[in-house]
């Protein structure tokens, strides 16, 4: 058989001129200017580092990021077209303890992040030490370089498991995690971390933008991970069935990387400083119905399977967004379909093992 013809166009240009088009205007701001982003090999790092380098050669901004990293192998295998882009450079260090790197930046973005579920109160206690000294020692590298703004990666994590009267959460719904709960250490981590951030930038005199994540899909994302939609995904690469782990009635919603990348630059150039935005889908959609969907998007022949069978006394479990705020202050939306997202992260997986078997 004919081997598939070797192409060099990025599987992504569709998202990133996506992304271009409805961030016009924030880029001039970038111009001449340095950004230096803890978390560059994650999921949020990945694509961070694509549409930045995609603005900077499409405009012409001659502009620069840093990346911080552990591993500079990881990132060079999992993209080595960014990698060996001129525009990007890399500084070796642990969040926690890097040595500050010389010169100005006027940007920082923290997307630096332990996201593996703790098994134990040690586990737990790493997460959470990782999480507010990584951003504590981020904030005073961001003091000392003088930088203009600095974006805080938060998580819809802060809000704790809301109440069952509460469909979509908002900013200002005054839920929390469990403070002695052990599993709480991300959520409770990112809870001080927005508050230290908030702190220091009174302080010195910084803008600081507090972005809060919630559930997203797309290329670069770890399927084999603690989301649901990856493993739904991976489970139809590998020919199905489509697994629930679970009873599937939880509740998520989930929004594509491009549109998540909109979001994100946008309450970089334009959020007010020291105010949340919850950035994610309204979109609701159950773990059940969510694993139909996969399945009918890949076209599988197998029915899915439920793990377990419901509790008709418990509380559904909700994790949901408003995104009102940033719809009315920011003027943003989302722009593609979760049927959409996920035959796009199909189609740019299916393209990387392809280019992958013919190298």
Same mark, same amino acid.
């Given at each position: 058989?004919?081997?598939?013809?070797?192409?060099?166009?990025?599987?992504?240009?569709?998202?990133?001129?996506?992304?271009?088009?409805?961030?016009?205007?924030?880029?001039? +701001?970038?111009?001449?200017?340095?950004i230096?982003?803890?978390?560059g090999?994650?999921?949020f790092?990945?694509?961070?580092v694509?549409?930045?380098?995609w603005?900077?050669?499409?405009?012409?901004?001659n502009?620069?990021?840093?990346?911080? !990293?552990?591993?500079?192998n990881?990132? #060079? @295998?999992?993209?080595p077209?960014l990698?060996?882009?001129p525009?990007? #450079?890399?500084?070796?260090? +642990?969040?926690?303890?890097?040595d500050?790197?010389?010169? &100005?930046f006027d940007?920082?973005?923290?997307?630096?992040?332990s996201l593996?579920?703790?098994?134990?109160a040690?586990?737990?206690l790493?997460?959470?030490?990782?999480?507010v000294?990584?951003?504590?020692r981020?904030l005073?590298?961001?003091? =000392?370089?003088?930088?203009?703004?600095?974006?805080?990666? $938060?998580?819809?994590?802060?809000?704790? #498991?809301?109440?069952?009267?509460?469909?979509h /959460?908002?900013?200002?719904?005054?839920?929390?995690?469990?403070?002695?709960?052990?599993?709480?250490?991300?959520?409770?981590?990112?809870r001080?971390?927005e508050?230290?951030? %908030?702190l220091?930038?009174? *302080?010195?005199?910084?803008?600081? =933008?507090?972005?809060?994540?919630?559930?997203f899909?797309?290329?670069? *994302? *770890?399927?084999?991970?603690?989301?649901a939609?990856?493993?739904?995904?991976?489970?139809g690469?590998?020919?199905?069935?489509?697994i629930? =782990?679970?009873?599937?009635?939880?509740?998520? $919603?989930?929004?594509?990387?491009?549109?998540?990348?909109i979001?994100?630059?946008?309450i970089?150039?334009r959020?007010e400083?020291?105010i949340?935005?919850?950035?994610g889908?309204?979109?609701?959609?159950?773990? #059940?119905?969510?694993?139909?969907? %996969? $399945?009918?998007v890949?076209?599988?022949?197998?029915?899915? %399977?439920?793990? &377990? =069978?419901?509790d /008709? &006394?418990?509380?559904?479990?909700?994790y949901?967004?408003?995104i @009102?705020?940033?719809?009315?202050?920011?003027?943003?939306?989302?722009?593609? !379909?979760? *049927?959409?997202?996920i035959?796009?992260?199909? @189609?740019?997986?299916k393209?990387?093992?392809?280019?992958?078997?013919?190298e």
């Open positions: 058989m004919k081997a598939p013809k070797k192409t060099n166009d990025n599987p992504l240009k569709t998202d990133l001129d996506h992304i271009l088009t409805q961030t016009k205007g924030l880029w001039q +701001d970038l111009r001449g200017k340095r230096f982003m803890t978390g090999t994650g999921f790092g990945c694509w961070f694509e549409s930045f380098v603005a900077n050669k499409k405009l012409k901004l502009a620069s990021m840093l990346v911080l !990293t552990r591993d500079i990881t990132f #060079r @295998k999992k993209v077209h990698a060996n882009n525009c990007i #450079r890399f500084h070796i260090g +642990d969040v926690r303890s890097f500050f790197p010389k010169g &100005k940007f920082i973005i923290h997307a630096a992040a593996k579920p703790p098994n134990d040690k586990e737990a790493d997460v959470f030490d990782i999480t000294e990584g951003t504590r981020v005073d590298f961001t003091r =000392k370089c003088k930088a203009e703004k600095f974006l805080l990666i $938060s998580s819809g994590a802060v809000y704790g #498991r809301p109440s069952k009267q509460i469909t /959460i908002r900013e200002d719904d005054r839920t929390a995690p469990c403070s002695v709960d052990w599993r709480s250490a991300y959520a409770e981590g990112k001080v971390a508050l230290l951030a %908030v220091k930038a009174r *302080q010195y005199g910084f803008e600081v =933008k507090i972005p809060r994540c919630f559930a899909i797309g290329p670069y *994302q *770890q399927l084999d991970g603690q989301w939609i990856g493993n739904f995904i991976q489970d690469l590998n020919g199905g069935p489509v629930v =782990k679970g009873d599937g009635t939880a509740i998520r $919603s989930y929004m594509y990387a491009a549109d998540l990348m979001f994100l630059w946008t970089l150039f959020g400083s020291g949340p935005y919850n950035v889908s309204e979109k609701e959609i159950n773990i #059940r119905s969510l694993a139909r969907l %996969v $399945s009918s890949m076209r599988l022949k197998k029915d899915i %399977v439920i793990s &377990k =069978k419901p /008709i &006394k418990a509380e559904i479990d909700r949901v967004p408003s @009102k705020r940033a719809q009315k202050k920011l003027n943003l939306k989302q722009g593609v !379909t979760l *049927q959409d997202a035959r796009k992260t199909i @189609k740019y997986i393209f990387t093992e392809g280019s992958n078997n013919h």
